[in-house]
């Protein structure tokens, strides 16, 4: 097997005396796609940030590529090539796609002047790929639909040549047609090599998504497991009671639907 | 964050043809509905206070002075829209003019004599620049206790408020000093702080060429990316009322003429024998204004072109989106707050230059003034909503208002409540606008 693109090993982050992460250990391949699940407050957003660079760890070491990295601010992240499709999106909602997509890493010209045609046309050229029905490059974000701002922050990943991308509840603001467009979009990055953590509520969209998964609970990691190797059901008790599949009892499962 | 808005491209067609087909004749012009609004109502001032005042108002030597006044007030308004977008305000903005104003003074009129004698052509320059710098170490003090030790900008520069009309006072025990270097006072406008006649029309050919210039620069980058164009008609008849703007103020500007004793010293000087009809010099335009459109288009460019306004407004419109952008967010509102003190520094310098004095309750209450002006201009205290042009905009209203209303010889208290109510107004009309518009 191939090294892999990323571990995180005995990643700890506490908030006061709160354990939001505790020794949690994750990795990932290129061309996978990791899906990392678990209930409210288990920890998963707050451990894939301090790959992302929104949050400090206390202790643990992030490698990439087999080299140990030290990420302190979302500008070291993304020299790395970590893109970040954040839950709630991060978009300036009073500045228009082009400004979004380059936001922090806006193109230049020789005076140092910022080139907004250019990073029109960029934009424009990865939308004809992303999202082709995207016509709005100049209306603030605001003004768009769920959809076309989730497009926008897809794009601002994949223009940057992404290697690893975390998508942290990617569907959640969705309706079911551009749910698929964003799952379509996730099969395309991973056949392209990118590896892909995606953070779900939705155990489904893990499922049918994901080559593994991980399970944290309370801070916690429960596992990591091939899906091809174990059944929803078996997922949800690691989610929900935090037993590997083989210690979970028939009764146990039962009791899931109860 | 909305999501539930209705997709703006999925729009169905609906059958209201004519008032769809010019909305997105408007949309695709790029002409900003707010900027004609604002337009309307400086019309609606300037006609009615001409109507009321018998047409005093709406000659030469009115608007003339009213441009002058207008200038202090706008060159710090734009400051201040860069503030209020980053989520930010700057309550200081009167005290610091007095106190940097104070300390121009004091250097010029006391300090800079003993070294350089009176009147030395240097002082303008040094005063001036010590103003400025010193004008950047207050805001970049208080941006920095805003920015890094998170102290809401309402309380420090509230503190700002109190501190800095103390320490113009105590720079001078209150005393009024006076007068200011001779070149100095240039800046402040006055019978000879005019860039004359034939100057003024060389400014106004060289503004013509560069409006045209611009939009052909742009039109030009476009057509290099392929992108869609503005239409042509929109960019010609931007550029021809820019244009008839320029001309039409500078007509104005040189329709006033030095009062009959300077004439006659400017005559004696240049050894004209005085003609027995009397000599009519036109005065043109006068630095301050000529200062405040320099600052203005300086402000614009800062604020739509360069990296700093783009994280300016990103920061406005989602902190944590420009923090998680890579943005030096606190840096960047440090930035704003020096940016505006080198401004009140501006301010000062052309203020002192006017009254040819400081005193220590120099620029009491300009901070509210300057405010107005921003939120008139359609600044939003929300953030991330603002334009430079808006707050210029802004502070002509404001200054009109103030000028009419003492051509109509209303006293000072109706004054204070008529641009109360015009400013509390003026914000409700704007904010049921803006949510008509946004859906």
Redesign the interface.
């Given at each position: 097997m191939t090294a892999p693109l990323v571990e995180m090993k005995d990643m700890n982050v506490s908030f006061g005396g709160v354990h939001a992460v505790e020794d949690v250990s994750i990795d990932l391949y290129p061309g996978e796609i990791l899906g990392l699940v678990g209930g409210n407050g288990a920890g998963k957003s707050t451990l894939v940030k301090t790959l992302?660079g929104?949050q400090k760890a206390d202790s643990g070491q992030i490698y990439i590529e087999g080299q140990p990295v030290t990420i302190l601010?979302?500008?070291d992240a993304?020299a790395l090539g970590v893109e970040?499709i954040?839950q709630?999106?991060?978009?300036?909602?009073?500045?228009d796609a082009p400004?979004?997509m380059f936001?922090?890493?806006?193109l230049?010209s020789g005076l140092?002047?910022?080139d907004?045609?250019?990073m029109?046309?960029a934009t424009?050229k990865i939308m004809a790929r992303l999202n082709p029905?995207?016509?709005?490059f100049?209306?603030?974000v605001?003004?768009?639909?769920?959809?076309?701002?989730q497009s926008v922050a897809i794009a601002r990943a994949v223009h940057f040549n992404a290697k690893i991308l975390i998508m942290d509840e990617p569907t959640a603001?969705l309706g079911p047609a551009e749910t698929e467009q964003v799952r379509q979009l996730m099969r395309q990055l991973k056949s392209e090599g990118i590896g892909i953590i995606l953070i779900s509520h939705d155990i489904h969209d893990v499922y049918d998504l994901a080559d593994r998964i991980s399970v944290m609970l309370q801070g916690q990691l429960v596992g990591t497991v091939d899906k091809d190797d174990v059944t929803m059901d078996e997922v949800l008790a690691m989610i929900i009671i935090g037993k590997l599949p083989e210690e979970v009892t028939e009764s146990e499962l039962q009791d899931l639907h109860g | 964050m909305s999501l539930t808005e209705a997709p703006t491209t999925q729009e169905p067609e609906v059958k209201q043809k004519p008032s769809r087909s010019v909305r997105s004749m408007v949309r695709d012009s790029e002409i900003d509905v707010r900027m004609i609004g604002m337009l309307g109502l400086l019309l609606v001032i300037w006609v009615g206070f001409n109507i009321m005042s018998g047409g005093t108002f709406l000659t030469p030597r009115n608007l003339w002075n009213l441009s002058v006044q207008f200038a202090p007030v706008a060159i710090m308004a734009t400051g201040m829209v860069l503030i209020i977008v980053s989520r930010n305000i700057d309550l200081s903005v009167g005290s610091m003019l007095g106190f940097v104003g104070m300390a121009m003074a004091l250097i010029q009129a006391e300090l800079l004599p003993d070294w350089l004698g009176f009147d030395n052509p240097w002082t303008w320059m040094i005063v001036l620049v010590i103003g400025l710098v010193l004008g950047a170490l207050l805001g970049l003090l208080q941006g920095a206790i805003v920015a890094y030790v998170s102290v809401p900008a309402f309380i420090v520069t509230l503190g700002g408020l109190l501190v800095w009309r103390g320490a113009a006072w105590s720079l001078a025990s209150g005393r009024t000093i006076a007068p200011m270097d001779s070149t100095f006072q240039l800046m402040g406008g006055g019978s000879r702080g005019s860039v004359g006649e034939v100057g003024s029309w060389i400014i106004a050919g060289i503004a013509c060429l560069a409006i045209i210039g611009y939009f052909g620069n742009d039109r030009r980058q476009r057509n290099e990316f392929g992108l869609k164009q503005r239409p042509m008609w929109a960019t010609v008849a931007t550029a021809v009322i820019g244009c008839g703007a320029v001309l039409g103020a500078v007509l104005v500007m040189n329709s006033y003429y030095l009062p009959e004793n300077v004439a006659r010293a400017v005559a004696e000087e240049q050894g004209i024998p005085w003609p027995a009809g009397g000599l009519q010099i036109p005065l043109g335009i006068s630095y301050p204004v000529l200062i405040a459109v320099g600052v203005m288009l300086v402000m614009a460019f800062v604020a739509n072109n360069r990296r700093f306004g783009r994280y300016v407004y990103s920061i406005g419109g989602n902190p944590e989106a420009a923090e998680l952008g890579g943005i030096n967010t606190r840096w960047t509102v440090v930035k704003t707050f020096v940016v505006m003190g080198i401004l009140v520094g501006i301010a000062a310098a052309v203020t002192i230059a006017r009254l040819n004095a400081a005193t220590s309750g120099l620029g009491t209450l300009a901070e509210l003034y300057v405010i107005a002006a921003a939120v008139i201009g359609g600044t939003s205290f929300t953030g991330g909503i603002g334009t430079i042009s808006g707050a210029v905009l802004g502070a002509l209203v404001m200054q009109s208002l103030q000028s009419g209303m003492v051509l109509m010889r209303v006293d000072a208290p109706m004054q204070d409540i008529v641009v109360g109510i015009v400013l509390v107004a003026a914000v409700a009309v704007d904010i049921t606008f803006r949510r008509r518009t946004e859906r």
């Open positions: 992302s929104a601010n979302p500008r993304k970040t954040y709630q999106l991060a978009l300036a909602e009073n500045i400004g979004n936001l922090g890493r806006e230049i140092g002047n910022l907004d045609s250019a029109e046309a424009r029905k995207f016509e709005n100049k209306t603030p605001a003004r768009l639909s769920g959809g076309q701002r603001a | -």
